[in-house]
């Protein structure tokens, strides 16, 4: 168990999980049905058919219209278990994904609800703290195996290019090995292409297209103690399509940019920490500058995340329609147990906010 969960040891223990093959039919179903039905087949093809291309006899799936949301990894902290991946989510447009966070278990996560890795050309990083990063090297990587030609970009806070190229290099090896035993000439600094976004107060656009309009804002995962001694900063991202806007809180506490660039928003997907587990870290902060330790795992827990009653504060204040959370803390660590005690979340977000309130599961599709 790593140092952050330890810090939520006596958090309620797991909720419910869902089975991947039936999420995988039900998001099948709403983007017309094809998509697992083909990525069953891509992963049958034969190893000289590119993943990119439907294997012979497979028919190219249709032009699913609409916004579908999928909660790829509701997981909060940078702890693995068995019940919940880390952080990530996409956002399902015209049949074309946009992958918001990349944490640990994401790639499966992609296959399991059966968009599939190598249609994920748009990647956004609320910040790069490993539990929203970790999944990112794999992508690539198997991006690359799996000869995808279009390029990925990745796009993030300060550093997210200098990540994007150390992912590069952390599969090297690889390519340097299969460019010699397998004739493959793409190179990968021509395919993936991390950008830095400038953090802004006020919603700043990122990326526009056809199909979206992304916009990003500074959240204030990153306090003003800790921003005077590091160029890190924490992003909020919204995405507008022609039937639905969609807000990411990344992690954040309160935060009037993140209100501000949630304005009417259909769906806010937020962050959330149990008031159990927010008071259990205020206390231990405490003992831990008592003990001569002021910037402990404890206040950055307690003082960095946001609490049901924030949550819906913010919804509240943003005016928008629904709800769901996400990246949830305590955060499972065993299957088996009891289901999470939702009313908790869901009263304390419902205290501040009338609208609907969604407690979010890995592979939901909203």
């Known amino acids: 168990m790593d140092r952050v969960d330890e810090t939520i040891a006596q958090a309620l223990p797991t909720r419910r999980q869902v089975l991947a093959g039936s999420v995988q039919l039900a998001l099948g179903a709403a983007l017309s049905g094809s998509w697992a039905a083909r990525a069953s087949a891509q992963s049958a093809a034969p190893a000289a058919v590119p993943a990119a291309r439907p294997a012979p006899g497979v028919p190219p799936p249709p032009v699913a219209e609409g916004t579908k949301l999928v909660l790829l990894g509701t997981r909060g902290g940078p702890g693995v278990d068995l019940v919940r991946s880390q952080a990530a989510s996409v956002v399902v447009v015209d049949g074309v994904p946009y992958l918001f966070d990349c944490g640990y278990g994401a790639v499966r996560q992609l296959v399991a609800s059966g968009v599939g890795i190598q249609r994920v050309s748009t990647l956004f990083l609320t910040h790069l703290h490993n539990d929203h990063t970790s999944d990112i090297a794999a992508l690539l990587s198997l991006q690359w195996t799996g000869t995808k030609t279009a390029p990925t970009e990745i796009y993030g806070p300060y550093g997210t290019a200098r990540l994007v190229a150390g992912a590069i ?32 107060a006020t919603p700043t656009e990122v990326l526009k297209d056809e199909r979206v309009r992304v916009t990003a804002a500074e959240s204030e995962h990153f306090l003003e103690r800790a921003k005077s001694q590091m160029p890190h900063r924490a992003l909020a991202y919204r995405i507008d399509t022609k039937e639905r806007s969609i807000v990411f809180s990344g992690d954040t506490p309160y935060s009037k940019n993140l209100v501000a660039l949630a304005r009417d928003a259909d769906v806010f997907v937020c962050e959330v920490m149990a008031q159990s587990v927010y008071e259990q870290m205020m206390a231990r902060a405490q003992a831990d500058a008592d003990a001569g330790n002021p910037n402990s795992v404890s206040r950055h827990v307690a003082e960095t995340h946001s609490t049901p009653t924030v949550v819906g504060r913010m919804a509240a204040e943003a005016k928008v329609k629904t709800v769901v959370l996400n990246h949830q803390l305590p955060a499972a660590r065993a299957p088996g147990g009891v289901d999470f005690p939702v009313t908790s979340f869901i009263d304390g977000v419902r205290a501040q906010f009338g609208g609907e309130v969604i407690v979010g599961q890995d592979l939901m599709v909203l």
């Open 169 to 200: 290099e952390f599969f090297r090896a690889d390519v340097e090995i299969r460019t010699v035993d397998e004739g493959r000439n793409a190179p990968p600094a021509a395919l993936y292409h991390g950008h830095d976004v400038q953090a802004t």
